[in-house]
């Protein structure tokens, strides 16, 4: 029976596999973190020495309070500055005290501590690095998300993370990455619990605007309950705190937000990579499938490069395998449903 079940299953996914791809984005044009028409000429310039382009790219998002954008091309550069930081020490050479040139650079410093085996010792020798950065930030959260990223690295008491928290607030009460920074550090990998981390995200996702990212919040808390073992990438179950029920609502609250956005936006794209990436652990392939439609060509390293993988190779085969299991599943005489179009509105 078990066998003949096996058969069966390899002549549905036979007929319906090429009609599920149908919409989506063929592997060739997929493209990983790729950036948007902003942030790509920096980096153009930023590979021929030239700090200008960044430079005047984040002052701009500086002062237009363009927070969440100017979250992104900060980690973006400092990514980039990792590998290639000649641009960078001319940009520091040249405006010593520029803001921004200080943001990415402490943006790099903190990577590469947390890349150290003495990682909290490291991590707290910056201290004088950051602390200046907050102290003039002004209305900007980036620079106190950097510092919960930091606090929770050091092994900062509770106390302490609360004091950043309500300063990151008092900046910007909807921004995500100060939301993501305090969830990591409530789950249960750090000084919380899964429960811990579901009730802030959930209670976040409630607060915030229609179209806000934190909207999708829960999804990360799922993420977090799902996450591969640190010690080999190895999957594993939901833990005993985080049933799958409340997954699965945390993963509709992510199919909602998604909804709003148009597909293939590279706005929400880290977001619906994550919300994929769930809904196959859900083993929700219709779901997952349409998603993945969504995405279009924007995968992104996270979560993809978890537990020391490809990430664009590891995107395509869960995507293939996501086809292959809805194609399975099919009745043989039966349709399976169309991914969702390339059309919707566009919001923030």
């Known amino acids: ?53 960044a430079a005047k790219l984040l002052a701009t998002t500086r002062d237009a309070g363009e927070w969440e954008d100017r979250d992104r091309y900060v980690g973006r550069l400092a990514t980039f500055a990792y590998s290639r930081g000649e641009w960078l020490d001319r940009w520091l050479e040249a405006a010593p005290g520029d803001p921004d040139a200080l943001l990415v650079a402490a943006q790099l410093a903190v990577r590469r501590a947390w890349e150290s ?33 930091h606090a929770r690295g050091a092994h900062a008491g509770h106390a302490v993370f609360e004091g950043l928290w309500e300063q990151a607030l008092l900046r910007s009460p909807h921004h995500y990455g100060c939301h993501v920074a305090a969830l990591k550090y409530l789950s249960a990998q750090w000084y919380g619990s899964q429960r811990a981390a579901f009730d802030f995200a959930e209670q976040a996702a409630d607060d915030a605007a229609a179209g806000s990212l934190v909207r999708a919040l829960p999804v990360r808390a799922a993420y977090e309950a799902l996450r591969p073992l640190p010690d080999a990438g190895r999957e594993r ?65 996270f979560p993809w490069a978890v537990g020391g993988h490809d990430p664009l190779r590891r995107f395509l085969a869960t995507r293939d395998r996501t086809r292959a299991e809805l194609a399975r599943r099919t009745p043989l005489w039966g349709r399976p449903r169309a991914i969702p179009g390339r059309s919707g509105p566009r919001g923030h």
């Open 1 to 53: 029976m078990s066998f003949l079940r096996a058969l069966v299953g390899t002549v549905r996914s036979a007929r319906h596999a090429p009609r599920l791809a149908a919409g989506l984005t063929p592997d060739d044009d997929v493209l990983l973190d790729a950036p948007d028409g902003r942030l790509s000429p920096a980096l153009v310039a930023a590979a021929l020495g030239d700090p200008e382009p």
């Open 117 to 149: 085996p003495a990682r909290a010792e490291r991590l707290r020798e910056l201290d004088p690095l950051l602390r200046p950065l907050t102290e003039d930030a002004g209305p900007d959260p980036v620079p106190w998300r950097l510092a919960l990223d």
């Open 237 to 301: 179950p939901a833990g005993p705190a985080a049933d799958g029920g409340r997954i699965d609502r945390a993963a509709d609250r992510g199919l909602a937000l998604s909804a709003v956005f148009a597909a293939g936006d590279p706005w929400p794209a880290e977001v619906r990579n994550l919300l994929a990436y769930v809904l196959v652990r859900r083993e929700r392939w219709e779901a997952a499938l349409a998603e993945f439609g969504r995405v279009g060509p924007h995968a992104t390293s």
